[in-house]
């Protein structure tokens, strides 16, 4: 029998096996691709977890455990008396991170607040891409602009503020990470039901009274997420703290002085000062085992917190 498309029965009947084959093979192909995907990425993290442990042994089979998180001084380069503390370095990136995050989080929590509840949507539009563009500028051009205009401008307010100092990498890593607190805050608060609102402004509460009674303890899983997830953040900022914190480990929480964090160790060492198979050099692997442990943690509890608190609607 002839078709108005010149094909006959068997010429369509085998195209159309041929298309069901094609998108079987697809079929069978699209789940071995994902695995392979996700293989990667879980292969990736068990070889930097093996590495950062082996490298890690290494180094507690010269420096005792103890000392290295008892000792209150971080001396590594001193030949005859070296020192293995890491609190000097901890209480470096703690102090870069509580101002980092006095900075960033009402900043961050009322730019959430204003777009999710007082911006119009052509506004939204326009300042939610141009608060988002902080995100996209390199971290080492925030290190500059520490260094060369918030520093200087620090020293005017703050005569006795040295050059290098945690007060201004502090600042600037807490302007860089508005935009995640920002943009998932919003996202958060955004999510909840208009109905809420509604029913709140019925029963004759204001619109901030709204936001802030209604709205931003509804979101709050997300918002302290948000939080968490600011904080694993600034405490693994490398070149802002490398360029305008300094390089001087010491056990201190005074702002103006110049500090030393856990990242901008190991960039100072890797940068050649210590030779392959150094104890030196073990101590990267030490120092970014308890980074990894860090951030680690706080991921744990942003997760944490999101289940605890999460409201279904």
Known sequence: MALSAGKSVR???KEKKTKKSTRDFMEKMVPAVLFVAAAISILTTIGIIATLATETIMFFSRVSFFEFITEKEWYPFLKDDASYGIMALVSGTLL???IAMIVALPVGLASAIFLSEYASD?????IKPI???LAG????????FALTFVTPLLQKLIPDIGFFN???????VGIMIIPMIASLSEDAMSSVPNSIREGALALGATKFEVALKVVLPAATSGVVASFVLGISRAIGETMIVTLAGGATPKLTFDPTESIQTMTAYIVQVSTGDAGYGTTIYYSIYAVGATLFVFTMLMNLLAQFISRRFREEY
């Not at 500028?137 to 500059?144: D, L, R």
């Not at 945690?166 to 600037?172: D, E, N, T, Y």
């Open 131 to 133: 608060l988002e563009v």
């Open 137 to 144: 500028i390199p971290t080492i051009v925030y290190g500059f």
């Open 166 to 172: 945690a007060l201004s990498p502090g600042i600037v």
């Open 122 to 126: 052509r506004t939204r539009r326009i």
């Open 11 to 13: 010429e369509m009947i």
């Open 96 to 98: 870069v991170t509580v």
